[in-house]
DNA sequence: CTGTTAGCGCCTTCAC
DNA sequence: GTGAAGGCGCTAACAG
C-alpha cells in the first residue's frame, strides 16, 4: 500500500504539502497540486483512515446500538440512521445487544474504543443505570432512541407513545369495548410503560373503570389465555404494546380458538412489515422510526458541533392505522 | 485518558513491561506483574485500539456488507455472523447495501479502510464483477455468503437451492399440479437463477412441459395478474422465489380476488418471520439463515489462520416447511 | 526478566 | 507557497 511519503517523492513535494492538498487546509501552487494529484493516481494511494483517525481523534464515524437490527421497527430506524449519516459523509458501525445487558455494554465499549464520534443508543431493557453514569466520562456524545429515560442529560429521540396510546383507546371505547386486556411486556422499557400509561389515560377520558382490565406484565401468558377461554371474563379488545407482544397475543389467541375481530378485536403498536398480507390486518400504532431514526442523526450531529448546548428531547408523532382487526362488526358492538 | 506511559509510571517500570503484561507476551516477574495490574486499576487504563491496530496491522474484527440486514433471511444470518464473531473475539461492523452497486461499493471501501481482518459479503444483485477484481489486491480475505458466484477464487457459503426447488416441485407435482407460476425475479443474483433451475429439474423429474408454465422474470407483475385473470389459463400453484417476491405474489393474488389455497396453491422461498401467524400459513423454503452466518465466520477464520490453503464453497441444506397453502384440498386435485 | 528505541502513517506547528 | 520535525499510543526488535 503506498503511504504519503510515496505520493511526496515521486511528485518531488514534502509530504507535508501532500497532507495539504489531500486536506484542503491550506493554499498550494496550482502546478504542484496538479503533481501531487497525479503521483497519487499513480500510486493508488489511499488514505489510512487509522493513521488520520490517531492523529485527529475524530473518526468521521459514528456507532448505533439497537437490540435487534432485524426486528421492524428497529430495522426501520436503521435505515433512517444508515441514510442520515451517509449523507453528512459520516461512517456508521452497527451492532446489536440482543435485548442483553451484557452484550450492550460490550456492543457500546467496542464501539467508543473504535473511537466513533458519537453514538446512538436504544437501550436494552435490563440496561443497568452504571451503563449511562460510565459513559458521561467518555467525551463521545450519545443520543438515546426510541426507550427515553427522564432527567437524563443526554439528546433523546423517541414517539409519542402515550398520547398515541390513548387515541388508540378512545377508538375502541368509541366502538363499544369496556373490557380490554393490554399486553403491557417489561416495564422497564419506557417505552412499553408510556403505553400503559396511555392506556390508563384513554379509559378515563371515556370513564371505564380500570378494575376490569386485564394488564399482562411479564412474558408469562397465563393470565391472558385464561381469561380469553372464560367466555364470562373474556375481554372484546385485546392491545398488544409491541410486536413481538403482538406475536404473543396473537398465539394465544389462536390456540383459544378464537378469531378477530368476530371475537375480539386486536391491536398492536409497532406491528409486522407488511400489514396487508396479514389477516386479519391489524389496526396498528405505527413508529415514525426511520424519521426517529433521522432525527438521531440529527441530533447528534448538532451536538458534535456545538457540544455544550443544552440536551434536547424530540418526540415524534405516531400514526394510528386502522385496519379489519378492530373493525365495527365486533363482539363489542353486538353485545 | 490515560496512557501506557501513565500505567509505567506509576508502576516504576518501563512501558514495554506494561505492554507485555497486557498482551501476555513474554513472561514478567509476578511481583511487577502486581504492580503493572494496579496502575492499571487506578488510571482506569484502556488500550487505544486504534494505536494498538496501526502498530499491529491487525484489528480483530470483521466486516459483513448484506442487502438489508432487516430482511428476515439477512437478519437471521446477521445473528449468527454476530454471535460466531463473538465467540471467537472478532468484532463486527455492520453495513447495508441496500441492493445497490454504489453502495454496496461504498461499504466494502469503508470496511476495508477501518482495517477489518476480513469481510464476508452477499452481494447485491447488480453488483459488478468489477468489485471483486478490485479487492483482491487487498490483502484482506473476503467470504461470499448466500449469492454465490461459479469459478470465483473466493471462500463461499450458500444453500442447496437447486435441490430445494426441485423437492418442492416434487411435492406439487406429486399433489397434481401441472401448471405453475414462478415469481423468479432478478435472474443476476445467482441464488435466484439456481432456484429457477432447480424448478425445471423438478418439471422434468415429473414429465410436466415446461412450455405450459409462467415464468415472472421482471419486477413488473402484470404477466401474472393476466394469467390469475384468466380462469382457462390460471395455474393452480404459484412460488415465489424470495420474500419480497411473496410480497408481490401474495399481492397479485390478492388483487385477483383468488384465496389460498382454495383457488391456487402457494410457496415461497426464505419466508416471514412469523410463518404461524400468516393465514393461511405458507409452506416454505428455508434457508439454514444462522447456521450460514456461522460458517462464514468459520471460513474467515479459517483463512485469517491460512491464507494460502484453496478456497471452499460450502452448501446448507434448506428445510422445506410444509403448511396450509399447499395443502390436499386444491384446485389440482379436484380437476 | 526488564528497559531502550525505532517506527506504524498521518497532521500540524514552526520556520523559511 | 513550501518544508522539516515532533509526536499521537502502541508493539517489537534489540540489548542488557
Do not use: W
Not at 399486553?183 to 371515556?206: C, K, N, S, W, Y
Not at 373503570?209 to 389465555?225: G, N, R
Not at 378477530?260 to 400489514?275: E, L, N, Q, S
Amino acid at each position: 500500500m503506498a503511504t504519503m511519503v510515496d505520493v511526496a517523492r515521486i511528485a518531488g513535494v514534502s509530504i507535508s504539502t501532500v497532507s495539504h492538498v489531500l486536506n484542503g487546509t491550506r493554499n498550494v501552487e496550482p502546478a504542484t497540486r496538479k503533481k501531487v494529484q497525479s503521483a497519487i493516481e499513480q500510486t493508488g494511494y489511499r488514505q489510512d483512515t487509522l493513521a488520520r483517525a490517531m492523529r485527529r481523534s475524530r473518526t468521521e464515524s459514528i456507532g448505533l446500538v439497537v437490540s435487534d437490527a432485524g426486528e421492524p421497527a428497529f430495522a426501520e430506524m436503521v435505515h433512517g440512521v444508515e441514510n442520515a449519516a451517509a449523507e453528512r459523509g459520516l461512517t456508521l458501525l452497527l451492532a446489536n445487544s440482543a435485548e442483553d445487558a451484557d452484550r450492550e455494554q460490550r456492543a457500546v465499549r467496542t464501539l467508543l474504543d473504535r473511537r466513533v464520534d458519537g453514538l446512538i443508543l436504544a437501550r436494552a431493557a435490563a440496561s443497568p443505570d452504571s451503563l449511562l453514569a460510565g459513559l458521561r466520562d467518555d467525551k463521545a456524545p450519545i443520543v438515546l432512541l426510541d426507550r427515553l429515560y427522564r432527567d437524563l442529560p443526554f439528546d433523546q429521540v423517541g414517539g409519542e407513545n402515550r398520547d398515541s396510546m390513548r387515541q388508540l383507546v378512545g377508538h375502541l371505547t368509541s366502538r363499544g369495548h369496556r373490557r380490554f386486556a393490554v399486553i403491557a411486556g417489561d416495564l422497564r422499557v419506557p417505552t412499553l410503560q408510556e403505553r400503559l400509561d396511555g392506556f390508563f389515560d384513554g379509559l378515563r377520558d371515556a370513564e371505564v373503570d380500570p378494575v376490569d382490565q386485564l394488564i399482562v406484565k411479564d412474558s408469562s401468558l397465563d393470565a391472558l389465555t385464561h381469561a380469553l377461554g372464560d367466555p364470562a371474563s373474556r375481554p372484546t379488545a385485546v392491545i398488544a404494546c409491541s410486536t413481538p407482544l403482538a406475536v404473543q397475543g396473537l398465539t394465544a389467541l389462536e390456540a383459544s380458538g378464537l378469531s378477530t375481530p368476530a371475537d375480539v378485536a386486536f391491536a398492536t403498536f409497532d406491528g409486522f412489515a407488511y400489514p396487508d398480507l396479514f389477516s386479519p390486518r391489524l389496526t396498528t400504532v405505527r413508529q415514525p422510526a426511520y424519521d426517529m431514526g433521522v432525527a438521531a442523526v440529527g441530533l447528534l450531529a448538532d451536538r458534535l458541533a456545538s457540544p455544550d448546548s443544552s440536551p434536547r428531547t424530540l418526540r415524534l408523532r405516531q400514526a394510528l392505522e386502522l385496519r379489519e382487526s378492530t373493525e365495527l362488526h365486533s363482539v363489542a358492538e353486538r353485545a
